[in-house]
């Protein structure tokens, strides 16, 4: 399912949905200009083992593992990747944004994606195989506006 649009708009400039595009974007050009962009993905990622067993990497990787609960929201694997996940940020990220406020609407972004997250370091704990995306944000929203008879 690709959306195209919603049939109401939200009456505001949403500020904080083109901000977290923006910082989607940033973080993934930041990954393609790496001299190792496999390392830059693992160093941001979430990877269930070291999640688990609080395996620090090296740096630039977070002084603790569990930030990249937080980190991996912004990190993607390829161009399409970023385009999906945006693209449902722009579609849906701006009623939401309004009905909620903006630091709410950031609040319930980060909380969705570190749920994500969390739902799968406990699923897959021993896993070394890196998460990253902001799928897991999107889903959710998605669902909550769903869920909400937003349309």
């Known amino acids: 399912m690709i959306p195209f649009g919603q049939t109401e708009r939200a009456p505001i400039f949403p500020w904080m949905t083109y901000s977290l595009i923006a910082a989607n974007v940033v973080t993934f050009l930041c990954e393609l200009q790496s001299p190792d962009p496999d ?3 693992a160093s941001f990622a979430t ?12 740096p630039p990787s977070p002084p603790n593992p569990y930030l990249t ?5 912004f990190v993607h694997a390829s161009w399409w990747h970023l385009g999906s996940n945006m693209l449902f940020l722009f579609v849906f990220g701006p009623m939401i944004e309004y009905l ?6 950031l609040a319930f972004y980060l909380m969705c994606g570190l ?3 969390l739902a799968q370091v406990a699923v897959m704990p021993e896993s070394h195989v890196p998460a990253v995306g902001a799928s ?3 889903e959710r929203r998605v669902g909550k506006e769903c869920r909400s008879g937003w349309s």
Do not use: C, K, M, T
């Open 47 to 58: 990877i269930p083992f070291d999640v688990v067993h609080r395996v620090v990497l090296a």
């Open 69 to 73: 609960l937080i980190s991996a929201q």
């Open 136 to 138: 897991r944000s999107e």
């Open 115 to 117: 749920v994500g997250n």
């Open 100 to 105: 909620a406020g903006p630091l709410h609407y």
């Open 39 to 41: 390392r830059f993905i």
